[in-house]
């Protein structure tokens, strides 16, 4: 509800307000010493952010990364290294702080609404920079062009390119570390399991229309247990109900609910694998270096779908998917057909594909030496 007010309020305020403000003034270009990254939305959005912030610190190694993000993905940015300080809009001490900071550069990364280009257009910095996807273009001093066509952070590497940072356009993957209290955390929790191999499992999603089911994923818990993998469900509160549904019965653990953010990617580090829909929570599971099986319907495979041989993306390819444009997903008329029609046995074969994979090459498709713990 939250969420949908605030895409009402953008387009009956954030219109308007964008089309009032003066266009930003054009000035020279200062030092870098401080740099603010907007970045509201979901969770997938700011793991995208991770090789924007590593580039920004290779090349301007003594810039000083603020973050002001939202509630709902602030957590995502603990595990990214280089973020220096960081502020949530929607925490009212946290948005005057940046409103009174004076930046040399601010980076808005939203790629649709218009809110957070009217802060960019307020917060104190000779130069703004953002996607010029609409009416938010006048809030920047340096436009960019949003490619619809391409993998998401290939678009948040371009939003460098005034800076003078340019980066190759073929990446696949992001690099997360985890912090080591939540490493520890995480192994008390999965104690229970022991040794055992076990495949995490995330039945979550941010809209209806990107759920699989939880009677489904069951069902492949069930499969992976006749060969003695144990299944370990994530996800938030809301998805504590369909944990036990899929892992009770001695399948494995329900710590939906249990865990914070940074707890969940530690358990996704130790898992063999992650099963999930198109999520934030599959974006984590990527930039750990960790092998996945992705359930793809209404959103775009080629903006937000893992890359690499280490992970099978299952997707029906109905000739109404992707339906997901801008940022929403309109009702689907079909009862979500491109979701229904993946079955039970195509994802579990493709996931013990995937565990054979993942001992057959496990220097190529676990990447865990990559990771560091803080």
């Known amino acids: 509800m939250k969420i949908s007010l605030l895409k009402i309020i953008d387009r009956l305020v954030g219109v308007f307000v964008t089309r009032c403000l003066p266009l930003a003034p054009v000035r020279p270009f200062p030092n870098f010493k401080r740099i603010l990254i907007i970045r509201p939305g979901g969770i997938g959005d700011a793991v995208f952010l991770a090789p924007v912030i590593k580039s920004l610190k290779n090349h301007y190694p003594d810039i000083l990364i603020t973050i002001l993000a ?38 808005d990364t939203e790629q649709w609404h218009r809110l957070s280009a009217v802060v960019t257009r307020i917060v104190g910095a000779p130069v703004k920079i953002g996607f010029n996807t ?32 340019f980066c190759q356009r073929d990446i696949e993957s992001v690099t997360l570390s985890i912090p080591l209290q939540s490493l520890l955390t995480a192994n008390n929790l999965l104690q229970p399991i022991g040794s055992e191999s076990f495949v995490t499992i995330f039945p979550g999603a941010s809209i209806p229309e990107k759920r699989w089911g939880a009677d489904r994923f069951r069902r492949v818990a069930e ?75 209404p959103g775009s495979v080629t903006k937000w779908a893992p890359r690499g041989e280490c992970h099978i993306v299952i997707n029906k390819g109905l000739s109404c998917s992707p339906c997901t444009t801008f940022g929403n997903t309109p009702p689907c008329p079909h009862d979500t057909r491109c979701m229904r029609d993946i079955s039970v046995d195509e994802v579990f074969n493709a996931v013990t594909m995937l565990l054979t994979i993942v001992g057959a090459m496990p220097s190529r498709c676990c990447k865990r030496d990559w990771i560091e713990t803080r």
């Open 134 to 165: 609409n009416e938010r273009r006048r809030m920047f001093t340096h436009g960019i062009r949003y490619d619809l066509s391409v993998y998401e952070p290939v678009n948040f590497l371009d939003l460098l390119e005034p800076l003078g940072v």
């Open 223 to 297: 499969l992976l247990s006749v060969f003695g993998i144990k299944t370990v469900v994530v996800g938030g509160k809301e998805d504590r109900p369909q944990g036990e549904m899929i892992a009770g019965g001695g399948l494995g653990l329900n710590l939906a609910g249990v865990t914070s953010l940074a707890e969940t990617a530690a358990v996704i580090r130790k898992s063999a694998m992650l099963l999930s829909g198109d999520s934030g929570v599959l974006h984590i599971a990527v930039g750990l270096g960790i092998s996945t099986v992705s359930l793809f319907g």
């Open 70 to 107: 939202e509630k709902r993905n602030a957590g995502a940015f603990a595990l990214i290294p280089g973020v220096d300080e960081m502020f949530c809009y929607d925490h009212l001490h946290g948005f005057i702080q940046v409103l009174r900071n004076r930046y040399d550069v601010v980076i």
